[in-house]
DNA sequence: GACCTGCTGCGGACTG
């Protein structure tokens, strides 16, 4: 079937389909199935194996899991079976059951939605009858598992496939894990394999996404990938040099400046420059920091004011309250008039916002699947180009500029991102972390689901049959130890392991549910209204004021203990400061920067002053002979030119600091403290020759291990070989000082 | 000098 309208019989998977649904395609005037559809429909309708089904994100990867699925459900006449569908987010789940339902009404299959904004009345209804689509976040899926071990077997009884939404999002994350143990856990109550389904649009590696989903399968996974048609990228870069100059952005007669005592006059530049080229039509601007999404959309805002347009500039981030953040989504969506929002990830995946005419990213960003992912939500209609702005500000130079500013980094680390963009290259995710905090979190969870387990029955569920089999039989052991010592876990005469009175508690509570931690947080309230929540560090005071949902408010009142912040409307503000670390960069995209500095032609998609700074750099390199040099002095520093990622600078500046050298990492390069080169290269020589024990030995130096959830809860040792799992590159660290002693160009 | 995700059961008061 090319076209079901004219009978054609091309489609052998049109036929394979329950008539009920191909009635249902018929009244959507559907003309044909998409290629992903099409080929999805044999694979599933029989439930005998595990699929992934990759496609661009307007493919109908929905449907084209859902129909042979649902084709399969009412095998039997009326649907007596279910399916069990994972998602990384609330509101994809509510996106999808309005879709599923829709579907679903005219063929009388039950579609519950389950998550935490979900009434316990719908809940309770999905209980009593376990059939139809259940479509549920890791998080009320592990409540289920928790709080309803004894009714499991029952309400999964007639499962016939687990499908997980958004693949990506999971590997290489606490949640991931998690999900793989869950799933373990549904084939470990239904007594079988259960097909498992993945659906994503940004897998790189298929074969890392066939073993997350699942590991030591007894037949393979089958891959369909479905690629999608060569969108047209209009991109353009363009430099500023922030020379401390302000500007007379937007001051109404009289009015003081107050905002430019606190924001550079690049960002005063940049912001004039977005107004000029985004108003009047919708688009996403980037700016790479909940703090610096406030500064521009109040900027923004402003310039919008100043001109007499109601406002088309909207802030979304994760510290808004939903309401606000749905303003935002509603302002988007609507279509009546122009909305562009000023955000940060919350924007890039997950919920449709509708057609986005550019993309603004205000400097580097973080990743270049993040990137892709971002420029995904642009141009979007039938032929329509997506459009991506990156505005990049650098520094003035002067007689002390470090290397960073000399270089020109954020300029060219986005030139570089650009470039792998167009070579469609992006990051695999890191799939090596150990995760034993999530280990321990399973491990509470099975003792609550069957009411007590012996130590040989968690081995067997998390380490032979689930996600944790890098974990061995001593570290099993000592872990189970610490958690005793702790009174997480008690050990009865038979051997049974129950929760201890400090176990009960945690898992009790419903916090314990979620794998991943999150920050304290102070609500913020103006009057009446919530407007979200801010996670402070430096307690606030009274009087001070902040920028906050992209206006200005004045602090009346501090209420530690309830964690709350009163404001009140203000004219003057400094925006909040939010604490945390930088984003990683890769190694592929530190050698492309090497690449991008080490040539000389120009690069087509730089404005004037942007091919300005990047010729200032490229003669800076090859004045510095950095294309050749890999250890120079700069100063009272050593450099050590890696153009490595910072996996492996991070593991390089342990190492160095553990044969009693004061090291830290800059970027490209890892500075060292030492008047001259030869110590340096004595210690590099030492560190090209350590064994893999004598690098573990060297973690011991790290001050602060305790990154995930339930760190605090293990073995010393355990916790510093996982924090290297997740942040180390210990090996490439090894082989990066071997050649540097050896003195070989990068 | 980063970002994001998620969360139950139960008792008691109240309503129709």
Same mark, same amino acid.
């Given at each position: 079937?090319n076209?079901?309208?004219?009978?054609?019989?091309?489609?052998?998977?049109?036929?394979?389909?329950d008539?009920?649904?191909?009635?249902?395609i018929?009244?959507?005037?559907?003309?044909?199935?998409r290629?992903a559809?099409?080929?999805?429909?044999?694979?599933?309708?029989?439930?005998?194996?595990?699929?992934?089904?990759?496609?661009?994100?307007?493919a109908?990867? @929905?449907?084209?899991?859902?129909?042979?699925i649902?084709?399969?459900?009412?095998?039997?006449?009326?649907?007596?079976?279910?399916?069990?569908?994972?998602?990384?987010?609330?509101?994809?789940?509510?996106?999808?059951?309005?879709?599923? &339902?829709?579907?679903?009404?005219?063929?009388?299959?039950?579609?519950?939605?389950w998550?935490?904004?979900v009434?316990?009345?719908?809940?309770q209804?999905?209980?009593?009858?376990?059939?139809?689509?259940?479509?549920?976040?890791?998080?009320?899926?592990?409540?289920?598992?928790?709080?309803?071990g004894?009714?499991?077997?029952?309400i999964?009884?007639?499962?016939?496939?687990?499908?997980?939404?958004?693949?990506?999002?999971?590997?290489?994350?606490?949640?991931?894990?998690?999900?793989?143990?869950?799933m373990?856990?549904?084939?470990?109550?239904?007594?079988?394999a259960?097909?498992?389904?993945?659906?994503?649009?940004?897998?790189?590696?298929?074969?890392?996404?066939?073993?997350?989903?699942?590991?030591?399968?007894?037949?393979?996974v089958?891959?369909?990938?479905?690629?999608?048609?060569?969108? $047209?990228?209009?991109?353009?870069?363009?430099?500023?040099?922030?020379?401390?100059?302000?500007?007379?952005?937007?001051?109404?007669?009289?009015?003081?400046?107050?905002?430019?005592?606190?924001?550079?006059?690049? @960002?005063?530049e940049?912001?004039?420059?977005?107004?000029?080229?985004?108003?009047?039509s919708?688009?996403?601007?980037?700016?790479n920091?909940?703090?610096?999404?406030?500064?521009?959309?109040?900027?923004?805002?402003?310039?919008?004011?100043?001109?007499?347009?109601?406002?088309?500039?909207?802030?979304?981030?994760?510290?808004?309250?939903?309401?606000?953040? $749905?303003?935002?989504?509603?302002?988007?969506?609507?279509?009546?008039?122009?909305?562009?929002?000023?955000?940060?990830?919350?924007?890039?995946l997950?919920?449709?916002?509708?057609?986005?005419?550019?993309?603004?990213?205000?400097?580097?960003?973080?990743?270049v699947?993040?990137?892709?992912?971002?420029?995904?939500?642009?141009?979007?209609?039938?032929?329509?180009?997506?459009?991506?702005?990156?505005?990049?500000? $650098?520094?003035?130079?002067?007689?002390?500029?470090?290397?960073?500013?000399?270089?020109?980094?954020?300029?060219?680390?986005?030139?570089?991102m650009?470039?792998?963009?167009?070579?469609?290259?992006?990051?695999?995710?890191?799939?090596?972390?150990?995760?034993p905090?999530t280990?321990?979190?399973?491990?509470?969870?099975?003792?609550?689901?069957?009411?007590?387990?012996?130590?040989?029955?968690?081995?067997?569920?998390?380490?032979?049959?689930?996600?944790f089999?890098?974990?061995?039989?001593p570290?099993?052991?000592?872990?189970?130890?610490?958690?005793?010592?702790?009174?997480?876990i008690?050990?009865?005469?038979?051997?049974?392991?129950?929760?201890?009175?400090?176990?009960?508690?945690?898992?009790?509570?419903?916090?314990?549910?979620?794998?991943?931690?999150?920050?304290?947080?102070?609500?913020?309230?103006?009057?009446?209204?919530?407007l979200?929540?801010?996670?402070?560090?430096?307690?606030?005071?009274?009087?001070?004021?902040?920028?906050?949902?992209g206006?200005r408010?004045?602090? &009346?009142?501090?209420?530690?203990?309830?964690k709350?912040v009163?404001?009140?409307?203000?004219?003057?503000?400094?925006?909040?400061?939010?604490?945390?670390?930088?984003?990683?960069?890769?190694?592929?995209?530190?050698?492309?920067?090497?690449?991008?500095?080490?040539?000389?032609?120009?690069?087509?998609?730089?404005?004037?002053?942007?091919?300005?700074?990047?010729?200032?750099?490229?003669?800076?390199?090859?004045?510095?002979?950095?294309? @050749?040099?890999?250890?120079?002095?700069?100063?009272?520093?050593v450099?050590?030119?890696?153009?490595?990622?910072?996996?492996?600078?991070d593991?390089?500046?342990?190492?160095?600091?553990a044969?009693?050298?004061?090291?830290?990492?800059?970027?490209?390069a890892?500075?060292?403290?030492?008047?001259?080169?030869?110590?340096?290269r004595?210690?590099?020589?030492?560190?090209?020759?350590?064994?893999?024990?004598?690098? @573990?030995?060297?973690?011991?130096?790290?001050?602060?291990?305790?990154? $995930?959830?339930?760190?605090?809860?293990?073995?010393?040792?355990?916790?510093?070989?996982?924090?290297?799992?997740?942040?180390?590159?210990?090996?490439?660290?090894?082989?990066?000082?071997?050649?540097?002693?050896?003195?070989?160009?990068?």
């Open positions: 079937m076209s079901p309208a004219s009978g054609s019989t091309e489609s052998r998977s049109f036929d394979l389909l008539e009920r649904i191909r009635r249902w018929w009244r959507e005037g559907w003309t044909e199935l290629d559809q099409e080929r999805a429909v044999p694979a599933l309708i029989d439930a005998d194996r595990d699929v992934i089904i990759a496609a661009a994100t307007a109908g990867k @929905t449907e084209a899991a859902f129909l042979p649902l084709s399969n459900l009412l095998r039997d006449g009326r649907c007596v079976g279910s399916v069990l569908y994972v998602s990384p987010l609330k509101a994809l789940i509510n996106d999808q059951w309005s879709r599923l &339902e829709q579907l679903c009404e005219s063929l009388d299959i039950p579609v519950t939605g998550h935490g904004d009434s316990a009345g719908r809940k209804r999905f209980l009593k009858h376990s059939t139809g689509v259940l479509l549920i976040t890791p998080e009320s899926l592990e409540a289920l598992f928790v709080n309803r004894a009714s499991l077997a029952t999964f009884s007639t499962l016939r496939y687990v499908v997980v939404d958004e693949l990506h999002a999971f590997i290489g994350a606490e949640r991931g894990m998690q999900l793989q143990s869950l373990a856990r549904v084939d470990h109550v239904c007594g079988r259960v097909p498992r389904v993945g659906l994503s649009a940004t897998l790189g590696d298929m074969q890392l996404a066939a073993r997350f989903l699942r590991a030591r399968a007894k037949q393979p089958e891959i369909i990938e479905s690629g999608s048609a060569g969108q $047209e990228l209009k991109v353009l870069i363009k430099g500023f040099v922030e020379t401390g100059a302000r500007l007379d952005f937007d001051l109404a007669p009289g009015e003081r400046p107050a905002l430019e005592d606190d924001v550079p006059g690049s @960002t005063l940049v912001a004039s420059q977005i107004y000029r080229a985004l108003r009047g919708n688009n996403l601007i980037f700016p920091s909940r703090r610096l999404v406030e500064n521009y959309a109040s900027l923004l805002r402003r310039a919008c004011e100043r001109d007499g347009y109601p406002n088309e500039f909207w802030p979304h981030h994760g510290s808004l309250s939903k309401e606000l953040r $749905e303003e935002t989504e509603r302002a988007l969506k609507a279509g009546d008039r122009p909305a562009s929002a000023v955000c940060t990830t919350t924007l890039e997950g919920i449709d916002i509708g057609a986005v005419k550019s993309v603004a990213q205000i400097g580097p960003p973080p990743s699947a993040s990137l892709r992912q971002r420029l995904g939500r642009s141009g979007r209609r039938k032929g329509e180009a997506a459009i991506l702005r990156c505005y990049c500000v $650098e520094a003035e130079l002067r007689d002390d500029s470090d290397l960073s500013d000399r270089l020109r980094e954020g300029l060219v680390q986005s030139v570089a650009v470039r792998l963009l167009l070579k469609r290259w992006f990051e695999p995710p890191r799939a090596g972390g150990l995760h905090s280990l321990v979190q399973q491990i509470l969870s099975i003792i609550a689901e069957r009411g007590g387990a012996t130590a040989i029955d968690l081995w067997q569920t998390l380490v032979v049959d689930g996600p089999d890098t974990i061995d039989k570290t099993f052991a000592a872990i189970l130890r610490s958690l005793g010592s702790r009174d997480l008690v050990q009865e005469q038979g051997g049974l392991l129950l929760h201890g009175v400090a176990g009960e508690r945690l898992v009790n509570h419903y916090a314990f549910y979620a794998s991943f931690s999150s920050d304290d947080e102070f609500s913020v309230i103006a009057g009446n209204r919530h979200g929540s801010l996670p402070v560090s430096h307690p606030l005071t009274p009087g001070q004021s902040i920028i906050f949902a206006q408010w004045r602090v &009346e009142d501090v209420d530690a203990e309830k709350s009163f404001v009140h409307p203000d004219r003057g503000g400094a925006p909040p400061v939010f604490d945390g670390a930088g984003a990683r960069v890769h190694d592929e995209v530190r050698r492309e920067m090497h690449r991008v500095l080490a040539e000389t032609e120009p690069v087509a998609f730089l404005d004037a002053r942007a091919q300005m700074l990047l010729d200032e750099a490229r003669r800076y390199f090859a004045s510095s002979n950095l294309a @050749t040099q890999s250890i120079f002095v700069a100063g009272s520093s450099m050590l030119a890696t153009w490595s990622g910072d996996w492996l600078n593991a390089l500046v342990v190492l160095l600091r044969q009693g050298l004061d090291a830290w990492n800059q970027g490209p890892v500075s060292v403290r030492a008047s001259g080169t030869g110590t340096v004595d210690v590099l020589q030492r560190i090209a020759t350590m064994t893999a024990s004598e690098t @573990t030995a060297a973690l011991q130096t790290i001050q602060n291990v305790d990154n $995930e959830k339930w760190d605090w809860t293990l073995p010393d040792d355990v916790k510093r070989t996982a924090y290297a799992s997740l942040r180390l590159d210990l090996a490439g660290a090894v082989a990066e000082a071997r050649r540097l002693s050896m003195g070989m160009s990068a």
